[in-house]
C-alpha cells in the first residue's frame, strides 16, 4: 500500500478449492455467483491499492477485462496513499487516489450487494495549486454537477454494486468566489472535448488548470468562445470553458472508422497496416486483431477441473451467468 507511484502485481490466483468448503457439491449457478464475488474483490482492491492482477485473474472475467485500460491509466498518473476524500453515509466505500493537482484520480470503491449514493468532498489543497472539477471516468459524456467552494470540490454521486466509480479531473477553475460547475467529457478517435459550465456569483478573475491527456495535444482553450490564456475573467451568471484535445495518432473519428469498407465486394482486404515497429505488441493488436474478451482457459490457480465439469470453458463469466439466469 506504500509502493506509491511504483504499481505492484496481486500474484497469485481465485484458489477456489481454498475459498470453498465444498465446491464439487454446489449447483452450477452458486459456484459462478460465488466466484464473481471473488472477482469483483480482486477489482475492488486493484483500484482501492493501484495494483494490476496477475494474468491468472483475467481469462473469463470480462468485466474486469474492460477495467483494465482505466486502471492502467490510473496507476500511470501515479497512486498516493493519501486520499483527502470525506464523505457522508455507507462507511464501507474504500477509497484510491492517483496523480495530482489538474491530474486527479480518484477512485471509490462500492464492496456491498447495492447501490451506494455518496457525497464525497474532495480536500483541494492536498491535491495541488488547482481545483479540481471532475467527471466519471466510466461515463465522461455524463454531465457530473459539484460545487466548488474554499478549496473543496463536492460531488454527489451513484456507486454501483460491488464496481468501482472513478473520478477524474477535466480542467479547473481556482478563483476567490463560490462556484457551481458541470462537467462532461465527450471522446472520439481524433478529438476529445471537455466542457465546465462554471455559474460565478460574482464577475472573478480565474486561473483555468488544463491536465494533459496522454496521446493527445491542447488545441484550444476557450470561455465563452472566446481564447483564453493563463489567467481569464468570469463573469457573473453563467460561463463556459471549453478545451479541446487533438490525437497524436489518429485524424479521423469513429464515425469514419465505421463507415470505412474494410473488405472488397470479392472479400478482399481493402486496406494495408504500415507499422514503424512491426513486432511491437501495440501494432500487432492491430495487424492481427487481438480477441478483445479472452473466455475461460486451462490457467493453473484460477477453478481447476471446475472448468472442464461445469462446461465453462470458451465462455465468458457473463456468457455463464447468463446461462443460469443471472448477472454480476
Not at 495549486?129 to 454531465?143: R, T, Y
Not at 464577475?203 to 482553450?221: K, M, N, Q, T, Y
Not at 481493402?270 to 474478451?293: I, K, T
Request: hydrophobic content about 40%; proline content about 6%; aromatic content about 8%.
Amino acid at each position: 500500500m506504500a509502493l506509491g507511484g511504483k504499481p505492484g502485481v496481486i500474484w497469485k490466483g481465485y484458489e477456489l478449492r481454498r475459498v470453498l468448503q465444498a465446491p464439487d457439491e454446489m449447483p452450477r449457478a452458486d459456484f459462478l455467483n460465488v466466484w464473481a464475488k471473488v472477482a469483483d474483490y480482486v477489482n475492488l482492491k486493484s483500484f482501492q491499492w493501484g495494483m494490476f492482477p496477475g494474468y491468472k485473474y483475467l481469462p473469463g472475467m470480462d468485466k474486469l477485462q474492460r477495467d483494465l485500460p482505466l486502471l492502467r491509466e490510473c496507476i500511470r498518473a501515479g497512486r498516493q496513499p493519501v486520499c483527502p476524500v470525506e464523505h457522508a453515509g455507507d462507511e464501507t466505500l474504500w477509497m484510491g487516489r492517483y496523480g495530482a493537482g489538474a491530474g486527479t484520480y480518484l477512485a471509490i470503491g462500492n464492496p456491498t450487494a447495492e447501490p451506494v449514493a455518496a457525497d464525497p468532498t474532495v480536500h483541494g489543497e492536498a491535491l495541488g495549486d488547482v481545483d479540481c472539477v471532475f467527471v466519471n471516468a466510466k461515463e465522461p459524456a455524463a454531465p457530473v454537477a459539484q460545487a466548488v467552494a474554499h478549496r473543496m470540490t463536492k460531488l454527489s454521486v451513484e456507486c454501483p454494486m460491488r464496481r468501482e466509480t472513478v473520478l477524474r479531473s477535466v480542467p479547473g477553475v481556482r478563483c476567490e468566489e463560490s462556484l457551481e460547475c458541470v462537467a462532461l467529457m465527450e471522446e472520439d478517435l481524433d478529438r476529445i472535448v471537455t466542457r465546465v459550465g462554471v455559474s460565478s456569483p460574482a464577475a472573478e478573475e480565474a486561473v483555468p488548470a488544463i491536465p494533459e491527456l496522454r496521446g493527445f495535444d491542447v488545441a484550444s482553450v476557450t470561455l465563452d468562445g472566446e481564447a483564453c490564456g493563463d489567467r481569464t475573467s468570469l463573469k457573473r451568471g453563467e460561463n463556459v470553458v471549453e478545451v479541446t484535445y487533438r490525437s497524436r495518432h489518429f485524424g479521423f473519428g469513429r464515425e469514419a472508422l465505421d463507415e470505412f469498407e474494410f473488405l472488397t465486394d470479392e472479400g478482399e482486404m481493402a486496406f494495408a497496416v504500415v507499422a514503424a515497429e512491426p513486432d511491437e505488441r501495440a501494432y500487432r493488436r492491430v495487424r492481427e486483431r487481438f480477441e478483445h474478451m479472452v473466455p475461460f482457459l486451462p490457467v493453473y490457480g484460477m477453478a481447476g477441473r471446475h472448468l472442464t465439469a461445469r462446461k465453462l470453458y470458451g465462455l465468458t463469466m457473463t456468457e455463464a451467468l447468463a446461462e443460469e439466469g443471472q448477472t454480476w
